[in-house]
């Protein structure tokens, strides 16, 4: 049935052909959907809010701040896909309203492909509408995540520490905790109730993530001891066996230190890459933070985040027709001259950050 379908895609009689694009779109819509909301990796981290296509989305922000929270605060969010974040200030007791923008894609290939009933060629025009609709998000979800977390400020001091040298040791994850837990107060400027971690996932490059693996044979400390006059009272001290076995045999597994691990290549610095996705935007904004514009900062990030607050989200439209996050359509610009059937797919959505205390990063 399906290569019938796709067989009458190619009919001369345009009312047949239409109606079999129409069908096969109808149906393969919640397929794309369904590949939209499970591959990506950083647009995961967003909570979705879903609403209808023809409402205007808002959040209340009271109801995600403290009583005792500033009458107005910093909302992160973006107005165009791809574009910087925009920090907003909102008051708190008001309805924050989403900036929701369109993505969207258009493919098209020969009838002959079609009327051959070339099932491959027709799937790989879907992947391609599927692969630029992500594409676009990732690079939205990353500028609104870095953009954050290199504008957060919390009880005057920023979100970031210092690795000691260019692989992480533990000391660096016992500072990013601490780090974090100073900034996540209670609404008194206290101690919260339950205590919580701060620090639950950690987005990392491979090469950071070898760092990790490392500590099985690297020293860990950062003070050597000197105030002996053997070899053995001085020089770098090495972790204990049951620690080092346990990161040899744990090297595949994404946790460490309580941790989650989520490594991604978009990540790194030129010093050890040819250069990545989001290397030139760490490199500029080191240049801002340290006010010299021609020095070459191109230090790895290690972003961390704490998933266990509503922090980050999506707010996504369903099709007042379908109730889909994603619609696909035949497109009808072509003639019967041209030879060709096209598609066209898109979604509306809106992203933004509510408290930028749930991001936290580490400078290597």
Request: charged share 20%; no cysteine.
């Amino acid at each position: 049935e399906q290569v019938e379908l796709v067989k009458a895609m190619a009919s001369r009689n345009r009312e047949v052909a239409y109606e079999a694009q129409m069908a096969l779109a109808e149906f393969i819509g919640p397929v794309l959907a369904e590949v939209v909301n499970q591959a990506p990796t950083l647009s995961n981290l967003f909570t979705n809010f879903q609403f209808n296509d023809m409402d205007s989305p808002s959040i209340p922000l009271d109801l995600y701040y403290d009583v005792t929270a500033p009458d107005y605060v910093k909302v992160y969010s973006t107005s165009v896909p791809g574009g910087l974040p925009t920090n907003t200030v909102t008051p708190t007791a008001s309805e924050m309203k989403f900036t929701t923008y369109r993505l969207d894609s258009a493919v098209d290939f020969d009838k002959r492909y079609a009327a051959k009933s070339r099932l491959d060629v027709v799937g790989k025009s879907f992947t391609r509408i599927a692969q630029e609709i992500l594409l676009r998000q990732e690079s939205t979800s990353a500028n609104l995540i870095l953009g954050a977390l290199a504008s957060a400020d919390t009880n005057g001091q920023d979100h970031l520490v210092t690795a000691n040298g260019s692989n992480l040791i533990l000391d660096d994850f016992n500072r990013l905790l601490t780090k974090a837990k100073r900034i996540n107060t209670a609404w008194t400027g206290g101690t919260p109730e339950g205590r919580i971690k701060g620090v639950t996932d950690l987005i990392m490059s491979p090469e950071a993530v070898q760092g990790l693996r490392a500590m099985a044979y690297n020293p860990i400390n950062t003070v050597s001891k000197v105030t002996g006059s053997s070899p053995a009272d001085t020089g770098p001290i090495a972790a204990t066996d049951e620690m080092r076995n346990a990161i040899y045999q744990n090297a595949g597994i994404p946790e460490f230190y309580g941790i989650s691990i989520m490594e991604i290549n978009e990540l790194g610095s030129t010093t050890t890459t040819a250069g990545t996705e989001y290397e030139k935007f760490t490199k500029v904004w080191n240049q801002l933070k340290h006010g010299n514009t021609t020095a070459d900062y191109d230090d790895d990030l290690v972003i961390g985040l704490d998933r266990s607050r509503e922090s980050l989200f999506r707010a996504v439209a369903l099709d007042s027709e379908t109730g889909s996050e994603f619609t696909l359509l035949a497109d009808d610009q072509y003639s019967i001259r041209q030879q060709k059937i096209g598609y066209f797919g898109s979604l509306e959505e809106g992203r933004m950050i509510l408290d930028d205390r749930v991001l936290t990063g580490i400078t290597i």
